[in-house]
């Protein structure tokens, strides 16, 4: 059975850091690619990138270009996401997704979403 | 950037209703690079459509997809208890940048 088991819910300082992980269980990460996705309260899902588990290339969306950092580690099966410089604004859950890595597909699995409240 | 605008906002419907849920891209996803998500409060989203009309794994028939080049739309055919929820639509078109409608909330009326 197919899972994204997220890490757990974060509260930061703006101007900080936070890496969120996403370990895959019941498929091998480096078959499929990882997508991260921001929810923020009342807005729109928002595509920020995706890695390719198996070759570990990358793309970012340009809302979060220099401040954000994908990576993986196909031994721990896991995916990982560094949003850098927080601002209030990236108070959100953030959601990782799987699909497949080929180009012009659907995410299927979503995790499970990790919280990031970024307060003063 | 691909938008998507969905429509209506929310919808108040009974159970056993039949409702038809609508996503409008900026421009042409051709017939295929559409899926729609259904999304309950605190849980993550779940695939129901892919390809504009194939039914995830699971999925019960209830729910069919339809549509080409900028209209696109997702029928619940009889809406039971558990389909509640907000509905939104993605376009995978201008992948691997996603982009994702604002979603439809379906709430019982």
């Known amino acids: 059975q197919v899972h994204l088991v997220q890490s757990g819910d974060e509260v930061k300082r703006p101007g900080a850091s936070v890496k969120v992980s996403c370990k895959a269980s019941g498929f091998t990460l480096s078959n499929y690619a990882i997508h991260w996705v921001r929810q923020a309260p009342g807005q729109r899902l928002e595509w920020m990138g995706w890695i390719n588990a198996d070759n570990g290339g990358t793309t970012y969306s340009q809302n979060f270009q220099g401040r954000i950092t994908l990576t993986r580690d196909a031994s721990a099966n896991t995916a990982y996401m560094e949003l850098n410089n927080l601002r209030s604004e990236d108070t959100a859950i953030f959601y990782c997704?799987?699909?497949?890595?080929?180009?012009?597909?659907?995410?299927?699995?979503w995790g499970q979403g990790a919280l990031v409240t970024v307060s003063s | 950037e691909i938008v998507l605008t969905q429509s209506p906002a929310t919808l108040s419907v009974s159970p056993g209703e039949r409702v038809t849920l609508s996503c409008r891209a900026s421009?042409?996803?051709?017939?295929?690079?559409l899926a729609w998500y259904q999304q309950k409060p605190g849980q993550s989203p779940r695939l129901l459509i892919y390809?504009?009309?194939s039914r995830a794994t699971g999925i019960p028939d209830r729910f069919s997809g339809g549509g080409s080049g900028t209209d696109f739309t997702l029928t619940i055919s009889r809406l039971d208890p558990e389909d509640f929820a907000v509905y939104f639509c993605q376009q995978y078109y201008s992948f691997p940048r996603l982009t994702f409608g604002g979603g439809t909330k379906v709430e019982i009326k």
């Open positions: 421009q042409s996803l051709s017939s295929s690079y």
């Open positions: 997704a799987r699909s497949n890595p080929a180009g012009l597909t659907f995410i299927d699995y």
């Open positions: 390809s504009t009309s």
